[in-house]
């Protein structure tokens, strides 16, 4: 539908302005003409008027020939090919009208060639005004539109990061913690605080790292190691760390990329052995590239679930999308150990 | 009703924490008393082989044997109430006819709520075929991974790609892994149901064999063949367990 009757009060508006127009026409004829203004008005206003319909075409001829999409030549054969034709119309129309007015009124309405090209010239230069206007409608619209798809998307990509992040917090993980902390309150009140204070320190520390885009490492590995600590209250003695940022402390990574391996190192290596075992996350830097590891001693005879793929595909999937082909990530298992080594170029911290 | 004998539990978990809450409201109830703690499902089966208890704290998430894999070596009635922080085992934990199902974080109220119900269906002394409702239940977790076997106080975990093929000896099976005999109180329709049939065939009356073992079969008389394994071992094949074996290869 065409813009101008999408909403009441645009017509009277475009009527209007109009109006001003036919106005300027009359006193063209008036004046040039030499009719006199009673005439002019006369001549000038319903001409005006009924232009202003053929006008509206304008709009059309803007979507079919789309400024972004067409080719120069394209655009000014048909801009001119439609003001021309227009403005012949309104030449048509104006001989008949005069004509009936000089019938009707007897007045000396003469149409000589001045009065027609001072016609032409009015129509073909209104109609490409009018062109001109729907061209800049329809860009502010277009942009609009543009607007309003980067906010969806914007939505979305929020929306799908909050659904990973649920994802990654384990809730068993907080069952577990809770748990614990239950157990605490009468034998050990004090560590029962503790508990609590580093079951918060985590759980804020991984929200804030949520909404980031890259981080420094060192804080990814706080953050991996607070998770430890918070674990090693469950497991006790079974469950060991070492963390060690290897000078690649200021280098940018991608957030809570470690996490998930960091988590799976727990759940399905040290977990499953009865002796428990070291979790080692380290870090090393060459002049173009961050390599970062995570080391875990595992049972080989451990019933094997498909689940466990699911956090180390993420990361791949991520880094995908991030690095291109640019990142690796590499899982590997033997000799009772299981190792994930993750890749990724530098990218340098930026100073504020 | 005053208990005359305390109810004597063991408590299986393998986070000490979780241990102690459970030691803690036991010890506020009357009449209980804890006997064993243990920290694994082998201590698990040990324990209660060993001192024969009324009732089984049971964690399910625990390293080398699971919740469910200590009742089915236990097999015979043991009960048990469960706690676990996943309400994922908790239609499991009602086909193997748990007493109760605790999820952590629990509250003293529900423990006791749990111990009560305990003492209720130890007084209407209902005997719990948990063997029977253990393989109903097993088909929904599809084919073992591994087989567990009790020898006495000890536990035998095989991971089923070690199984050379297991032999059918009267009353018993024997699985034959690693160069050594391991006896299982089980039928061999049993032990075929439950291992994935694209790996273990039956190739005769008396063995089920993995398809991976075999060198090549040869025909040793009218109608009867012989497998010959890798190592050079020889099993008999039935004309029906060719059958199979063609099919399947």
């Not at chain 1, 040039?32 to 008027?49: D, I, Q, S």
């Not at chain 1, 001109?132 to 329809?138: E, Q, T």
Request: hydrophobic share 45%.
């Amino acid at each position: 539908m065409h813009p101008i009757f999408a909403r009441g009060g645009r017509l009277a508006v475009y009527l209007t302005v109009w109006t001003l127009a036919g106005l300027t026409l009359s006193a063209l004829l008036a004046a040039r003409g030499g009719l006199g203004w009673g005439v002019g008005l006369a001549a000038g206003m319903p001409l005006t008027l009924a232009y202003a319909f053929v006008c509206l075409s304008a709009w059309h001829v803007s979507r079919f020939t789309p400024l972004a999409a067409s080719g120069q030549v394209r655009l000014i054969a048909t801009s001119l090919g439609a003001s021309f034709l227009s403005a012949a119309a309104l030449v048509l129309l104006a001989r008949g009208w005069m004509f009936l007015l000089d019938r009707w009124t007897g007045a000396d309405a003469a149409f000589g060639a001045d009065t027609v090209s001072l016609v032409f010239g009015f129509g073909q230069f209104v109609y490409l005004l009018s062109l001109a206007v729907s061209y800049i409608v329809s860009a502010a619209e277009q942009a609009r539109h543009a607007e309003r798809r980067a906010f969806q998307g914007q939505v979305l990509s929020r929306e799908a990061e909050l659904r990973t992040l649920r994802a990654q917090i384990d809730p068993h993980f907080l069952f577990n913690s809770l748990h614990s902390i239950s157990a605490l309150t009468s034998a050990d009140p004090a560590g029962a605080r503790r508990m609590c204070l580093l079951l918060a320190d985590f759980l804020r520390e991984s929200l804030s790292l949520g909404s980031a885009d890259r981080i420094p490492l060192a804080r990814e590995l706080k953050l991996a190691e607070k998770y430890l600590e918070v674990e090693r209250v469950r497991y006790g003695d079974r469950l060991r760390l070492e963390v060690d940022a290897g000078g690649a402390d200021d280098c940018l990574v991608p957030s809570l990329l470690l996490q998930p391996i960091v988590e799976n190192a727990v759940t399905h290596g040290v977990a499953h052995r009865l002796e428990g075992g070291l979790v080692r996350v380290t870090a090393s830097k060459s002049p173009s590239r961050v390599t970062m590891v995570v080391e875990n001693p595992c049972d080989p005879d451990r019933p094997r679930r498909t689940g466990g793929g699911v956090g180390l595909a993420n990361v791949r999937s991520r880094l995908g999308a991030l690095y291109g082909n640019d990142a690796t990530v590499n899982a590997s298992e033997g000799d009772g150990f299981w190792r994930v080594e993750i890749s990724v170029p530098v990218v340098a911290r930026e100073n504020p | 009703m005053t208990e005359e004998q305390p109810l004597r539990v063991v408590i299986v978990d393998d986070e000490p924490l979780a241990r102690g809450v459970v030691r803690e409201f036991a010890s506020r109830q009357p009449g209980v008393e804890v006997v064993a703690e243990c920290a694994n499902g082998f201590e698990a089966v040990k324990a209660v082989s060993e001192l024969h208890p009324d009732l089984l704290f049971l964690d399910v998430q625990m390293p080398k044997l699971n919740g469910f894999e200590v009742l089915e070596l236990l097999g015979r009635s043991v009960p048990v109430i469960f706690t676990t922080a996943y309400d994922k085992y908790a239609l499991r934990a009602f086909d193997v006819h748990a007493i109760d199902y605790l999820m952590k974080p629990f509250s003293e109220e529900r423990f006791a709520e749990a111990l009560a119900r305990a003492r209720t269906r130890l007084a209407a002394r209902e005997e719990m075929p948990v063997e029977d409702l253990l393989s109903e239940a097993r088909p929904r977790t599809g084919p073992l991974e591994r087989v567990l076997i009790r020898d006495g106080s000890q536990v035998h975990v095989i991971p089923v790609d070690r199984i050379d093929y297991v032999e059918a000896q009267d009353d018993y099976v024997c699985f034959k892994a690693d160069a050594r005999d391991y006896l299982k109180d089980q039928t061999m329709g049993a032990v075929e149901a439950s291992l994935d049939p694209a790996r273990f065939v039956r190739i005769h009356r008396s063995y089920l064999l993995n398809i991976e073992r075999i060198a090549r079969v040869e025909l040793y008389a009218k109608d009867s063949r012989v497998a010959i394994l890798r190592d050079g071992r020889r099993l008999p094949v039935s004309r029906a367990g060719y059958a199979r074996l063609v099919k399947l290869l």
